[in-house]
């Protein structure tokens, strides 16, 4: 709001010297000189009287000083007013979290630009929740308002909206006394003979298609089905039994007896800022802040 312009003016004024004003305003005196004339050239008038003693104001160029001083003194309060009504009332934004849907990625970038938004407010909601959990996207807007996760039409059955945020790559969970725990990247031959751990067909068609995959290309892994939900007992389970389990690299933190190693395969899948179908205006304008933060807005709507 604050004008340049103006600014620079009324230094010019109070120095009584271009070279003092632009030391105060760190620029050249070349460079100040020029934002006066481009400031009396927009009023059409002559505001200042150079003199061999320095610079000295006209009678039109006293009277802006004035008016400029008042301009510049109401916007700054005009801000400070609009920041207390922010801090008196924030919008209050409860985000669920969970160990499969930790909010750290939000938390992050919402820290890059929370001092342009100061007017919201965050909560955290923890929540005993699983990737995908109906359960979670259910209580969207009821229990808290945002979430962090992983999506596809696995959640069809779900209506919730998805801010994308980047990609999680498919990797595989192994106990860390498994051999192939000590690679750093896997193929796909190297799971032959292996119990393969992945969720039960009909749920995703990105899972869906890696089955099939599996299953033509490499009809030596032996797939075996858990539930839609990944739960701690399903990873406990995997660690025990020495299976190799489906998972994602956002989840390698997860279980701390399994190491997940990523796989030479193109297959990823969408993670980002879940919020409901009808948000609250709250929710609205806090997405539109993310949006922007983000980019180009990739919105995905879920039914």
């Known amino acids: 709001m604050e004008n340049d312009l103006l600014h620079s003016f009324i ?3 109070d120095a009584g010297s271009l070279s003092k004003a632009a030391e105060k305003l760190y620029l050249s005196s070349t460079a100040l000189m020029k934002q006066m004339n481009v400031l009396e050239a927009q009023i059409g008038v002559q505001l200042l009287i150079r003199t061999h003693h320095g610079i000295r104001a006209t009678d039109a160029g006293m009277s802006l000083y004035a008016d400029a001083k008042f301009l510049l003194q109401y916007s700054e309060q005009a801000i400070a007013r609009a920041h207390q009504a922010a801090s008196t009332s924030p919008y209050l934004i409860r985000i669920g979290t969970s160990i499969l849907n930790p909010c750290t990625v939000l938390v992050d970038l919402w820290n890059t630009i929370s001092e ?3 007017q919201f407010k965050m909560k955290m909601v923890p929540f005993h ?5 109906p359960t979670a996207y259910e209580t969207l807007g009821k229990d808290f308002d945002v979430m962090v996760g992983a999506y596809d039409s ?4 779900n209506a919730f909206q998805a801010l994308k945020l980047g990609e999680h790559r ?3 969970a192994v106990s860390r006394e498994h051999p192939l725990a000590r690679k750093d990247l896997l193929s796909v031959p190297d799971f032959s003979g292996e119990h393969l751990v992945m969720m039960q067909p009909g749920i995703s068609p990105l899972m869906d298609g890696l089955r099939d995959y599996v299953r033509t290309e490499h009809p030596a892994i032996h797939i075996q089905d858990h539930p839609p939900q990944y739960t701690m007992e399903l990873f406990n389970r995997c660690e025990e039994r020495g299976a190799v389990l489906l998972t994602l690299d956002g ?3 997860v279980h701390p007896f399994l190491v997940t190693i990523p796989v030479d395969w193109p297959y990823t899948i969408p993670y980002g800022v879940l919020y409901p179908l009808k948000p609250s205006k709250s929710v609205q304008l806090f997405v539109r802040a993310l949006q922007e933060a983000v980019g180009s807005p990739q919105l995905l709507n879920h039914r």
């Open 129 to 133: 929740g699983a990737e995908p959990c």
């Open 251 to 253: 989840w390698k933190e």
């Open 170 to 172: 498919i990797s595989v």
């Open 11 to 13: 230094h010019v004024i």
């Open 116 to 118: 342009t938004y100061p």
């Open 154 to 157: 696995a959640n069809g059955a």
